[in-house]
Structures are given as structure tokens and as C-alpha cells.
């Protein structure tokens, strides 16, 4: 992994060992099927490649292909300003913003490790997934 400022942005790139894990604590196939999620960039969306090795932006939480859009940098040769106080950590709210969630700095910001970060992308899309399904089916 690799992981620091690029720009204003805060960027963590998947090694190819950790893109195929990310796929599985993700659920990428269920959420974004022919994408690979390849890293993070500012803590709220991931950065995401298709079959043709496209790069998208899309929101962790919803991870819907419908709010991905087309992502230009140097992914692959991306010169990142590394900040020793953010290593491994991923900025969360713990309320979602989509889910009425204030955003900045505040009660509803944390940080958390990226397995832990997972598993709330995880919960937070499947609850999305749910209130999508009843609205549907009403």
C-alpha cells in the first residue's frame, strides 16, 4: 500500500495483492461487478478500475455505479507526500452523510483501520441496498 497527499487529496493505492483482498472486504462484485477497487482517494470515495482500465471515482457509501465517474491521474506513477500522522488510518463518520450524517470535523468523524473500515462499508451499503429494495417493492 501506498499512501499519502496528492494535491488536496488523500490517496492510498492497493498493492495487486490488496486490490484482490480489497475485492473480497469490499464485496465488489456484488456492489460495483467489472470493477476492481485499486485505492482510496480523500477517505470518502474509492478509486476504481474497469475491464478496459478506466479510472472511476465512486462513494464508498452508496457503492452504486450510477455515481462513479471518470477519474484522470497518474495512478500508476503517482508521486504521493507521505503523512506519518494518517498512515493506515481511514476517516469515517459514523453517520454516513448520505444517511443525514454531518459532515467536517466533529462527533460524527472518527478514524479507523482499514479492515474496520471495510466492514462499516460493508454494513452502511447493505443497509442502502435494503431501504432501496422496500422502496421498490411499495
Known sequence: MKEGWFGDDYVVVFTD??????????DAAQYAPGFQIVGLIGWDDFVLRDSDGGLFRGPTVPL???RFSRLSLPWDEMNLQSDER?????????KPILFGGTPG??????WVDHPTHSQLVKWWNAQYRSIQEQGTAR
Open 17 to 26: 495483492n490488496e486490490i484482490l483482498e480489497a475485492a473480497r472486504r469490499y
Open 105 to 110: 470535523l466533529g462527533e460524527n468523524l472518527v
Open 86 to 94: 494518517l498512515v493506515g488510518k481511514v476517516k469515517w463518520y459514523t
Open 64 to 66: 452504486d455505479t450510477k
